[in-house]
């Protein structure tokens, strides 16, 4: 089990990723990036 934060994958947060694998981290990392980006864009 691996555990890795927003913030080490290069994001602006704190959000922890846990999964089995680097490649599901990553996964989930890419989901986080895209929800937070169009959050990001429906403020504009």
Known sequence: MKTMTC???GGACDKKFT???FEEIA???KAHGMEMFQKKMKHT
Do not use: I, N, R, Y
Request: hydrophobic letters at 35%; zero cysteines; aromatic letters at 0%.
């Open 7 to 9: 913030q080490e994958l």
């Open 19 to 21: 999964a089995e694998t």
């Open 27 to 29: 996964e989930l990392s």
